[in-house]
Each structure stands twice: as structure tokens, then as C-alpha cells.
């Protein structure tokens, strides 16, 4: 082929295939294929998330559960999974978000549910035919609460991230939803047909939980193989639930910090009685919208007074958050708060600061409200900014600190090991031996003749 039909040929393809073409082409394959472009921008992480109703996790979540993806928390017994879904299910009712819970383990308890401020309550609203944010539902096989889920994001339209949360959705928990074949026949394996029932159902949901912006939780446990090999632990469900989750919550119970025994008790705040707690340590597994691998404490508040308590203590919440974000300072058993704002004691006990957090007058008050404070700060960005610069600070000092002493280490080798080298030169220094007269010196005529 000559060069004049090759540039021919190069021309004819290029009038061709222009960008308004090209683009065309583009927009007709997406509309006959039922394809729209999603917003990949978040927008703010605050405003696009739900709170978790603990200021320190909403710290090292980036403002809470993020809209749009999947999240799963999971832990052992009594770590304080559901507490968390029920706070979370609290902050989305108030926000006017609708939720629906799917209750498989029967985690659920009205009255604690209530002292944490979740309204459980809403036959007044379905007889006036008024909007229900919340629906609690117990279905027998995990298909169902799948279908519910694919159905109503399907009814529902795409969704700026910049436009809010439409829907919460709540699973608890992942091992207890029962595949539909597992009750047609009962004698099959059940873990190979409950992961395949996640294999087959969740990825129905990835792609439509990102277009229309909701918020899917589900809570996990923690099991133990007898007699493996390594690590016993696992999570029930199959790979698919860790692959296919956007965030993995790990909750694990602890001992008291800096203490002994698994419950600590201490005066109430208007000294009428005792509460008691018990401890957890939330770490990000996984985020992929925000920075993993960050961990805070939480204090749950199982008795006030000799009644039940209210879940996640306010109180140490505040100061885990204070202490995370460089706002507090904590001096021979006095705790100063410097958050901009504050118009209460400088200088307190911690009978004072929990007093602050919990009295309801201290709750009306602009100035004496903790907790609105430290929420407001979460609105400007000012939590993050000041949480990443007291965390890159302390892994600043921290490096500085490890290299001066490593530094001071070598230095203090050397100086050792030479002062060692000395002494053992001065002790194994050879002496001359003296020759015993008495000795005949070998010499030409002592040596061997050669045959």
C-alpha cells in the first residue's frame, strides 16, 4: 500500500471518529443499557454520613457511617455491636431519616431502646397515616430482608451525595440470617449455603446503595475454630461479606485502662448511687473513604443508680474526645477544657466533668453544653484538622523521642564496648617469657639431618 492510500485511510478514520461522535456514541450506549453516571465525589464527610451517636467514633470514621456504602461491625459477646446500631438507628430517627432494622437475633429491647432515645412507638403515626421513620422487621430467611433491600433502592431515584441519606438499613446479624434452602431442607451444610445466599444477593446491592446514597449496617461475630492452626478466630458468612463492606468496625472488650477487672464502678454524677462499666476498643479495619487503621475506647454504661443504664457513656466519650483533638489537659487529677466556646470551670475534678456532661440544667445552657460544643466543631472541618494535627504531632514527638534514644543507645554501645576493648586489651597484654638457662635452644645442630 502506498503512502498516499495509508494517509488516506488515516484521515477517513479520524473524520470519523470526532469527539462529538464519540460522545454520542457514548451517551446511547449508556441510555440503551440503563447506564447513569454516579457522582463520585462525597461531598462533606459530615453531611454525608449518619452520626454514631459517639463523638470518638465519629472521630476515626470521618463523621460517621458514610452514605452510600456498607458497614459492618463485628466482635465478640457483649462488645457492644447492637448498642452501636441502636445509637445509630437514635441519630438517623432525629435526622428524619427512614429506618428499617431487620432483627434476626433478637437483639432488640424496647425499654433499652428507649433509654437511648430511640422511639420504638409509631402505631400513633400509622393510624394518622403520618411518615414512619422507623420499621422494626424479623424475617425467617436472609433472601427476604435481600429482596426488601434491592426493591426499595430500586423504587428510589439517584441521589447527589450533597442531597442527604434517604434510607438507613439495619442487619442484625449476619450469621443468624438463615438461607431459604437451609429451611427446605435441614440437614444440608449451612455454612456452604449461607455464604453462597451473601455471594449471590450482595453484589444485587453494591451498585445501588452507591447510586442512591444509603446507608446499609450489619453487625458480625466473632467464632473460634477448636484446634486450628494459627489465628482461631473468624467471622461467620464466607469471604463476601469482608470483600464486598466499604468499612469493618472491629469491637473487642478490655479490661479497665490502667486498672484491674473488667467492670469499674463509679459514684453518679449527682452522687445518689453507683454506676458500672464496662470497656471496648473500636479500630477501623478497613475504610475506603476515609483513613483505616485508627482506634479509639468506648465506655458502655450497663447500671446508673441500681437501674439499667443508657449504652454508650457520654461522659468518657467527651473526654476520649477532648483528650483525641488536644482540647483537654489533664494535671495531678484536675481536667482543663480549652475548646473555644466553653464558659464553665477551667479547673475540675472528674466528679465535676462528669456533673458537667450529665446534669439536664447544664444541658440548656449554650455555654455549659460539652458535648453540643465538640459536635459543632465536626460542622467546620475543625475536629478533623485538629485531630490529624495532634495525631501527626504525636507521631512526631513519638519518632523524634525513638531516634534520640536510639541515638543515645548507640552512643552509649560504643562507649562501652570501647571502654571493654580497653580493659581486655590491658588484661590479655602478652609478657615476655623468660628462658630457662637450663633449656637447650634448637639450634643448626639439633635440627634432623636429612637422609
Known amino acids: 500500500m502506498s503512502e498516499d492510500a495509508v494517509d488516506k485511510k488515516a484521515k477517513r478514520n479520524s473524520d470519523l471518529i470526532t469527539d462529538e461522535t464519540f460522545d454520542r456514541t457514548v451517551d446511547g450506549l449508556l441510555k440503551s443499557l440503563d447506564l447513569k453516571a454516579v457522582n463520585l465525589q462525597r461531598g462533606s464527610y459530615v453531611q454525608n454520613s449518619i452520626p454514631t451517636g459517639a463523638l470518638a467514633l465519629d472521630l476515626i470514621l470521618g463523621g460517621g457511617w458514610p452514605g452510600g456504602r456498607w458497614s459492618v461491625a463485628f466482635g465478640g459477646e457483649g462488645a457492644g455491636k447492637s448498642t452501636l446500631s441502636f445509637f445509630a438507628i437514635a441519630t438517623a430517627i432525629k435526622q428524619k431519616i427512614p429506618v428499617f432494622h431487620f432483627d434476626y ?42 429482596r426488601f433491600i434491592h426493591r426499595v433502592l430500586r423504587q428510589l431515584p439517584d441521589r447527589d451525595p450533597k442531597d442527604g441519606i434517604p434510607a438507613m438499613f439495619v442487619i442484625d446479624s449476619l450469621p443468624f440470617m438463615t438461607p431459604e434452602r437451609r429451611h427446605e431442607n435441614d440437614e444440608a451444610s449451612p455454612m456452604a449455603q449461607q455464604a453462597k445466599m451473601f455471594s449471590d444477593n450482595i453484589g444485587l446491592m453494591r451498585s445501588p446503595l452507591r447510586s442512591k446514597n444509603c446507608v446499609l449496617y450489619a453487625v458480625n461475630q466473632i467464632r473460634m475454630r477448636p484446634g486450628a492452626y494459627g489465628d482461631p478466630s ?3 458468612g464466607g469471604e463476601t461479606p469482608k470483600f464486598a463492606s466499604d468499612v469493618r468496625l472491629r469491637v473487642s472488650k478490655r479490661s479497665i485502662p490502667q486498672g484491674k477487672g473488667p467492670i469499674e464502678e463509679e459514684p453518679c454524677w449527682d452522687q445518689r448511687g453507683t454506676d458500672r462499666y464496662v470497656y471496648s476498643i473500636l479500630r477501623t479495619i478497613k475504610h475506603r473513604c476515609f483513613s483505616p487503621f485508627r482506634e479509639t475506647w468506648m465506655r458502655l454504661w450497663f447500671e446508673e443508680g441500681g437501674q439499667p443504664g443508657r449504652g454508650i457513656d457520654p461522659v468518657y466519650d467527651t473526654y476520649q474526645y477532648l483528650i483525641m483533638t488536644g482540647q483537654l489537659v489533664e494535671k495531678k487529677g484536675y481536667y482543663g477544657v480549652t475548646i473555644d466556646g466553653f464558659k464553665g470551670d477551667k479547673r475540675m475534678t472528674w466528679d465535676q466533668f462528669k456533673a458537667l456532661i450529665l446534669n439536664p440544667a447544664n444541658q440548656k445552657e449554650s455555654g455549659l453544653n460539652l458535648r453540643e460544643l465538640c459536635r459543632a466543631q465536626f460542622g467546620t472541618n475543625e475536629a478533623f484538622e485538629r485531630y490529624f494535627g495532634e495525631y501527626g504531632g504525636k507521631l512526631g514527638e513519638r519518632a523524634a523521642s525513638e531516634e534520640t534514644a536510639t541515638a543515645a543507645s548507640h552512643e552509649r554501645e560504643a562507649v562501652e564496648t570501647k571502654a571493654n576493648t580497653a580493659e581486655s586489651t590491658l588484661a590479655i597484654e602478652p609478657t615476655k617469657k623468660k628462658k630457662n638457662k637450663n633449656q637447650k635452644s634448637m639450634d643448626a645442630d639439633d635440627m634432623p639431618a636429612e637422609e
Do not use: C, H, N, S
Not at 429491647?109 to 402505631?123: E, F, G, H, N
Open 105 to 146: 437475633e433478637g437483639a432488640a429491647d424496647p425499654a433499652y431502646m428507649t433509654r437511648i432515645q430511640v422511639k420504638t412507638d409509631w402505631l400513633q403515626e400509622i393510624a394518622a397515616r403520618k411518615r414512619v421513620y422507623y420499621r422494626y422487621l424479623q424475617p425467617e430467611t436472609g433472601e427476604q430482608a435481600f
Open 234 to 236: 473468624y467471622e461467620p
